[in-house]
């Protein structure tokens, strides 16, 4: 099961999430994964990350761990700004944000060195496979 809330305008594209869950659902070797996702701006994700994280800055993904499924919240109004910064898709840093955030929510990490380059692995493997390029990966 895929549910998507798109809130943010210009929409991104429902056929380009599911290839990225997909994507991911594959590596990660979990067909029957279920994933939530909201896509909103810079404000909302604000609010969440306070709520749920007692952080108020607005960031890139947050991601909790379900029963058997990840619920995710994107900030494209972030993944714009990145990706006009770093010269790349709109569209890449979107989907690196929820392969990112399915990751955490089967057991990828990223706080300590050997975690993190495990995870950067795993995005930059998805990426390739998806033929989505960002720096940040590809570097």
Known sequence: MLEVTDRFHPRTERLLIERVVTAVREHVARPELEVSLLLTDDEEIAALHQKFLSDP????????EMDNGAELVVSVETATRVAVREGHAIDAEVALYIVHGILHTVGFDDAEDDDRRRMRDA???????LKLHVREVDA
Not at 57 to 64: L, Q, R
């Open 123 to 129: 995005e930059r493997a998805i990426m390739k496979r």
């Open 57 to 64: 800055a607005p960031t890139d993904v947050i991601s909790f």
